[in-house]
């Protein structure tokens, strides 16, 4: 294992520590620059982009091509092949043939090299769209003029302009800013837009979240216009800093990877073992030393299954077929099967397990309960209000167009519009939380676009996940404000509203509208009103409380004195099909697990509802996370499967315990910032409607539908495809046992010749077991595949019975050809191509039997026709090669008589018989020891 996997601290990364540009005036920032607002001159950008290198991201070097296809080569089974080519062609040259078979071997040895060099070279794109991300064209102002150039070719210091649709070329202190807006969900995970404003001054302690005075590399610009001063390029950038994690997030190694690797290392090793006890047996007997060297070439050839890359190749790529017809897109041909051996998913609540269709359900309005009806975003319904017990001292009810201004101040701070379409649905354009306020406006027929018209924006506090609230400032228009307060808004023509967390918003409260209009919130009320937001999140609601005040002339001073408005509680469905989903992967012994930014509450009574958690089970904060050492955290992630207010970098941690503990994970994640998180999991998810560029290219996975019940099909599409692999696998080796052992005992018999040339083994290796091997890939699911448990992390691809099947069949497989072997070799008959005939019409026999553990008669035949075709056209190619003179020559074989080709028909299907005997006996024996 190595360090990065057991390390899963989030300790910081070593670079120079900068200025704190937020903390500085603009003056200051360019004084520490040595800039100006003329812009650089030629010789300082020169100089400074050779100290400070080109302003792009150093992302991990990918593997050279040349690297990828030497992995390929000295693939253990292919470096034996390669031995086992050169004897045969030093052997066959010094016979003065043809050495056809080494030309054989080296021409599969090439096919499969190039099959692995394929599907890795394509694998090497996971951070292609990272570096895009980061390279923009830019307007910078050099020797006084402004100029488009190539972000690639800023230095700190450069002055460069942006405006809507731009994207942000490298990290700034913003200089001059226009009613400018970001888009920062890419970097921090917010969804909304971010207002920048350049005048401000902030402590140096300050987030990045809060630094509305900066920018930062890969955000957009989606409102106003500015100007900034480069601060950091390339690595030294927030974004840096990510890509940098995402450099050293191990790419582990597939499950398939690892036990394709241990059976090379098993059958290379027993391969010689076998050899060298074959030669050493045959020599003692006296068998010629050349005759003995041939024996075990062939032995070499038949240990090796040379159409198994292939055939895994293939069914992969069939698995692939299966699940974009499911809604989830694999980028990774190996994922398929590493589904299949998922033990955990983690994933995030929001548009996942959620629909991500916020609809206001009920508002608290002086002291009554007012529910909302409705569907999805239609702005038609009703308000029925139910009274509640009044807080101590306040009078019961609810004040006279109360109810329509806390609506009113929802439309007002927020963002977000109701598009009708050409069908009749509606939809929200913007932050679906925003969105839901509209639509509950528009229920009570207010008129959004009037509103926003008449009480214009001032000034505003953009959202944010430390703040927990976004204020904004409105004017009236008319020279009047019309509303409820009366004397709070005295001569006033501007009124703050903000919106938030209930707790946060509560805190800045001292007065409320009661019963009797605005009196003084008192602490039995404010407890009371806290109380009424806990229980509407503790019902799987989204609250968020409202306040506001009468212009001041400190914001600070205004956002200590609200008036409390009232709240909202937003429901964000579950989406259909999610309980059922979490239900299938406890059945399947999968834990599934929820990791949000939402309120405890919240994330507590969507789990309950979707059944992801059971009573008083405990949800672990995002804060008690950062507390955590590592021990401590592997404790805590063994049995927590809740999570809430997790920052996203906080998913690396998670996932790197997981991992400790020997849990095969799967990622869900969205955003620039989840991609490390993505990267490390065995299987990272992303989104494919709401997720970015970057963590769909650092994934696996990409769901079409963005749905947790995807994931879980696509868990049962790849436990199909290891099913059907160990399937196929059984099949091929209980038949190349078969081969082995026949081949070995010839000489040991005192048989003179070899049974089976590289060539025959090859074609048998390639043909006779490939093409039905590919048809086994195309089994359909059994019952009962996702009520079984997953395959154990790390075990042996021979696991669970496939080991002895293979050993106990090959034996079988051996012994009835061995039979074979001698009595045609007595008789004078052509003993070889009888051997040959036989074993390639038994595995015809036995590739019928491997689709399934019942007897075939409790099988349908026809639920999969590609079998029953394959094991036809292989048997008519055994046929060819035994009457068509050309193949015939080619082969070495000899035409059977009809007695001769009887006989290995009979012995064939005396293998098939023994193969139906042992199920029904074993399926007997199951039977009675469950009575018993």
């Given at each position: 294992m190595?360090?990065s996997d057991l390390?899963f601290?989030?300790?910081p990364?070593s670079r120079?520590?900068?200025p704190?540009?937020h903390s500085?005036?603009?003056?200051d920032?360019?004084?520490?620059?040595?800039?100006s607002?003329?812009?650089?001159?030629t010789a300082?950008?020169?100089?400074?982009?050779?100290?400070?290198?080109?302003n792009?991201?150093?992302?991990?070097a990918?593997r050279?091509?040349?690297?990828?296809?030497?992995?390929q080569?000295?693939?253990?089974?292919?470096?034996?092949?390669?031995?086992?080519?050169?004897?045969?062609?030093?052997?066959?040259?010094q016979?003065?043939r043809f050495p056809?078979?080494?030309?054989?071997?080296?021409?599969i040895?090439g096919l499969?090299?190039l099959?692995g060099?394929?599907?890795?070279?394509?694998?090497q794109q996971?951070?292609l769209a990272l570096?895009?991300?980061?390279?923009?064209?830019?307007?910078?102002?050099?020797d006084?003029?402004w100029e488009?150039?190539?972000?690639?070719?800023l230095?700190?210091?450069?002055?460069?302009?942006?405006e809507?649709?731009d994207?942000?070329?490298?990290?700034?202190r913003?200089l001059?800013?226009a009613?400018?807006?970001l888009?920062?969900?890419a970097?921090?995970g917010?969804?909304?837009?971010v207002?920048?404003k350049?005048?401000l001054?902030?402590e140096?302690?300050t987030?990045?979240?809060e630094?509305?005075?900066?920018?930062?590399?890969g955000?957009e610009?989606?409102?106003?216009?500015?100007?900034a001063v480069?601060?950091a390029?390339?690595?030294?950038?927030?974004?840096?800093?990510?890509a940098?994690?995402?450099n050293?997030?191990?790419?582990e190694s597939t499950?398939?990877q690892?036990?394709?690797d241990?059976?090379a290392n098993?059958?290379?090793?027993?391969a010689?073992?076998?050899v060298?006890v074959?030669v050493?047996?045959?020599?003692?007997?006296?068998?010629p030393?050349?005759g003995?060297?041939?024996?075990?070439?062939?032995m070499?050839?038949a240990?090796?299954?040379e159409g198994l890359?292939?055939?895994?190749?293939?069914?992969?790529?069939?698995?692939?077929?299966?699940?974009?017809q499911r809604?989830?897109l694999i980028?990774?041909?190996p994922?398929v099967?590493?589904?299949?051996?998922?033990?955990?998913i983690c994933?995030?609540k929001?548009?996942?397990l959620?629909?991500?269709?916020?609809?206001v359900v009920e508002?608290?309005?002086?002291?009554?309960?007012?529910?909302?009806?409705?569907?999805?975003?239609d702005?038609?319904g009703?308000?029925?209000?139910?009274?509640l017990?009044?807080?101590?001292?306040?009078?019961?009810?609810?004040?006279?167009g109360?109810?329509?201004?806390?609506?009113a101040?929802g439309?007002?701070?927020?963002?977000?519009?109701l598009?009708?379409?050409?069908?009749?649905?509606?939809d929200?354009?913007?932050?679906?939380?925003?969105?839901?306020?509209?639509v509950?406006?528009?229920k009570?027929?207010?008129?959004v676009?009037?509103l926003?018209?008449?009480?214009?924006r001032?000034a505003?506090?953009?959202?944010?996940?430390e703040?927990?609230?976004?204020a904004v400032w409105?004017e009236?228009?008319?020279?009047t404000?019309?509303?409820?307060?009366?004397?709070?808004?005295s001569?006033?023509?501007?009124l703050?509203?903000?919106?938030?967390?209930?707790?946060?918003?509560?805190r800045s409260c001292?007065r409320?509208?009661?019963?009797n209009?605005v009196t003084a919130?008192?602490?039995s009320?404010?407890?009371w009103?806290?109380e009424q937001?806990?229980g509407?999140?503790?019902?799987?609601?989204?609250?968020?409380?409202?306040?506001?005040?009468?212009?001041?002339?400190?914001?600070e001073?205004?956002?200590d004195?609200?008036?409390?408005l009232g709240?909202?509680a937003?429901?964000?469905?579950?989406?259909?099909g999610?309980?059922?989903a979490?239900?299938?992967?406890r059945e399947?012994?999968?834990?599934?697990?929820?990791?949000?930014g939402?309120?405890?509450?919240?994330?507590?009574a969507?789990g309950?509802?979707?059944?992801?958690?059971?009573?008083?089970?405990?949800?672990?904060?995002?804060r008690?996370?950062?507390?955590?050492?590592?021990a401590?955290?592997?404790e805590?992630?063994?049995?927590c499967?809740?999570y809430?207010r997790?920052?996203?970098e906080?998913?690396?941690?998670?996932?790197k315990?997981?991992?400790?503990?020997?849990?095969?994970v799967a990622?869900?994640?969205d955003?620039?910032?989840d991609?490390?998180?993505?990267?490390?999991?065995h299987i990272?998810v992303?989104m494919?409607i709401t997720?970015?560029e970057?963590?769909k290219?650092a994934?696996?996975m990409?769901?079409?539908?963005d749905?947790?019940?995807?994931?879980?099909?696509?868990?049962?599409e790849?436990?199909l495809v290891?099913?059907?692999?160990?399937r196929?696998?059984?099949?091929?080796?209980?038949?190349n046992?078969?081969e082995?052992?026949?081949?070995?005992s010839?000489p040991?018999?005192?048989l003179?010749?070899v049974p089976l040339?590289p060539?025959?083994?090859?074609?048998?290796n390639?043909?006779?077991?490939?093409?039905p091997?590919?048809?086994l890939?195309l089994?359909?699911g059994?019952e009962?595949?996702?009520?079984?448990?997953?395959?154990?992390?790390?075990?042996?691809?021979?696991?669970r019975?496939?080991g002895?099947?293979?050993?106990?069949?090959?034996?079988v497989?051996?012994?009835i050809t061995?039979?074979l072997?001698?009595?045609?070799?007595r008789s004078?008959a052509p003993?070889?191509?009888?051997?040959?005939?036989?074993?390639?019409?038994?595995?015809?026999?036995?590739a019928?039997?491997?689709?399934s553990?019942?007897?075939?008669?409790?099988?349908?035949?026809?639920?999969?026709p590609?079998?029953l075709?394959?094991?036809?056209v292989?048997s008519?190619?055994q046929?060819a090669?035994l009457?068509v003179?050309?193949?015939s020559?080619f082969?070495?074989?000899t035409?059977l008589?009809?007695?001769?080709?009887?006989?290995c028909?009979?012995?064939?299907?005396?293998?098939?018989?023994?193969?139906?005997l042992?199920?029904?006996?074993?399926l007997?024996?199951?039977?009675?020891?469950?009575?018993?």
């Amino acid at each position: 294992m190595r360090k990065s996997d057991l390390d899963f601290s989030l300790s910081p990364l070593s670079r120079p520590v900068p200025p704190a540009w937020h903390s500085l005036t603009p003056q200051d920032c360019l004084r520490e620059l040595d800039a100006s607002t003329e812009g650089l001159s030629t010789a300082q950008t020169a100089e400074r982009l050779a100290r400070q290198g080109p302003n792009r991201l150093e992302l991990a070097a990918g593997r050279s091509h040349l690297s990828i296809l030497w992995d390929q080569l000295s693939n253990i089974m292919l470096l034996m092949l390669l031995a086992v080519a050169a004897m045969s062609a030093a052997i066959a040259f010094q016979a003065h043939r043809f050495p056809k078979d080494a030309i054989a071997i080296v021409l599969i040895v090439g096919l499969n090299a190039l099959l692995g060099y394929i599907q890795e070279s394509r694998a090497q794109q996971a951070l292609l769209a990272l570096r895009e991300m980061a390279q923009p064209l830019v307007t910078v102002r050099r020797d006084a003029h402004w100029e488009r150039l190539s972000s690639e070719l800023l230095v700190p210091g450069d002055l460069i302009r942006l405006e809507a649709g731009d994207r942000v070329p490298a990290d700034a202190r913003l200089l001059e800013a226009a009613e400018l807006g970001l888009r920062e969900a890419a970097l921090t995970g917010e969804a909304e837009a971010v207002f920048k404003k350049a005048d401000l001054l902030l402590e140096a302690s300050t987030p990045v979240l809060e630094r509305q005075n900066c920018l930062f590399q890969g955000t957009e610009v989606v409102r106003g216009r500015g100007t900034a001063v480069v601060t950091a390029t390339g690595m030294d950038t927030e974004l840096g800093q990510i890509a940098q994690l995402i450099n050293t997030a191990g790419g582990e190694s597939t499950p398939l990877q690892e036990r394709l690797d241990g059976l090379a290392n098993v059958l290379v090793i027993s391969a010689l073992a076998l050899v060298a006890v074959v030669v050493l047996g045959g020599w003692l007997l006296g068998q010629p030393l050349l005759g003995l060297l041939e024996v075990a070439l062939s032995m070499a050839v038949a240990i090796v299954p040379e159409g198994l890359p292939a055939v895994i190749t293939v069914t992969l790529a069939i698995g692939t077929q299966r699940m974009v017809q499911r809604a989830a897109l694999i980028r990774r041909l190996p994922a398929v099967e590493t589904l299949g051996s998922v033990t955990v998913i983690c994933t995030d609540k929001t548009g996942t397990l959620t629909l991500n269709r916020q609809v206001v359900v009920e508002l608290r309005c002086g002291s009554q309960s007012i529910a909302v009806s409705g569907q999805g975003y239609d702005p038609h319904g009703s308000f029925t209000p139910a009274e509640l017990t009044a807080p101590e001292g306040a009078v019961a009810g609810i004040t006279a167009g109360a109810r329509d201004l806390l609506l009113a101040a929802g439309v007002l701070c927020s963002d977000a519009e109701l598009k009708k379409a050409e069908d009749g649905s509606w939809d929200v354009l913007g932050d679906p939380t925003e969105g839901a306020l509209v639509v509950a406006a528009g229920k009570a027929q207010l008129d959004v676009f009037a509103l926003r018209s008449r009480y214009r924006r001032t000034a505003e506090i953009p959202f944010s996940s430390e703040r927990q609230l976004m204020a904004v400032w409105v004017e009236d228009s008319e020279g009047t404000l019309q509303h409820p307060l009366g004397e709070v808004a005295s001569a006033s023509h501007t009124l703050l509203i903000t919106k938030g967390a209930p707790e946060v918003i509560l805190r800045s409260c001292d007065r409320w509208i009661g019963g009797n209009g605005v009196t003084a919130l008192n602490a039995s009320q404010r407890h009371w009103w806290l109380e009424q937001a806990r229980g509407l999140a503790a019902s799987g609601l989204r609250v968020l409380a409202f306040g506001c005040a009468p212009h001041h002339s400190s914001p600070e001073q205004a956002l200590d004195h609200l008036v409390l408005l009232g709240l909202m509680a937003q429901l964000d469905p579950p989406r259909p099909g999610v309980a059922v989903a979490v239900a299938r992967c406890r059945e399947a012994g999968i834990r599934p697990v929820m990791i949000t930014g939402d309120h405890p509450l919240t994330a507590r009574a969507i789990g309950q509802a979707i059944g992801l958690l059971d009573g008083e089970a405990e949800v672990v904060l995002g804060r008690e996370l950062e507390q955590f050492n590592d021990a401590r955290l592997q404790e805590v992630v063994s049995r927590c499967t809740v999570y809430a207010r997790v920052p996203p970098e906080q998913k690396l941690r998670i996932v790197k315990a997981l991992q400790a503990n020997g849990q095969v994970v799967a990622m869900t994640g969205d955003g620039v910032n989840d991609a490390p998180a993505l990267k490390q999991a065995h299987i990272g998810v992303a989104m494919g409607i709401t997720g970015t560029e970057v963590s769909k290219e650092a994934s696996d996975m990409v769901l079409l539908d963005d749905n947790f019940a995807t994931i879980v099909n696509a868990v049962e599409e790849g436990r199909l495809v290891y099913a059907n692999i160990r399937r196929f696998i059984k099949y091929i080796f209980g038949s190349n046992v078969g081969e082995l052992i026949t081949i070995a005992s010839a000489p040991l018999l005192g048989l003179v010749g070899v049974p089976l040339t590289p060539l025959q083994i090859l074609w048998m290796n390639l043909v006779t077991d490939g093409f039905p091997a590919l048809a086994l890939a195309l089994e359909p699911g059994e019952e009962g595949l996702m009520q079984r448990p997953p395959a154990e992390p790390g075990e042996s691809i021979f696991a669970r019975g496939i080991g002895r099947y293979v050993l106990r069949i090959g034996v079988v497989f051996a012994a009835i050809t061995i039979v074979l072997m001698v009595y045609a070799f007595r008789s004078g008959a052509p003993w070889q191509t009888m051997v040959f005939t036989t074993l390639c019409l038994a595995q015809m026999g036995h590739a019928l039997t491997a689709r399934s553990d019942l007897p075939l008669v409790q099988v349908n035949p026809f639920s999969n026709p590609w079998l029953l075709w394959a094991v036809l056209v292989t048997s008519a190619l055994q046929m060819a090669l035994l009457y068509v003179p050309a193949l015939s020559n080619f082969f070495v074989t000899t035409p059977l008589c009809l007695h001769d080709l009887a006989i290995c028909v009979g012995f064939s299907l005396l293998f098939f018989l023994y193969l139906e005997l042992d199920k029904i006996w074993r399926l007997w024996s199951r039977r009675a020891h469950a009575d018993a």
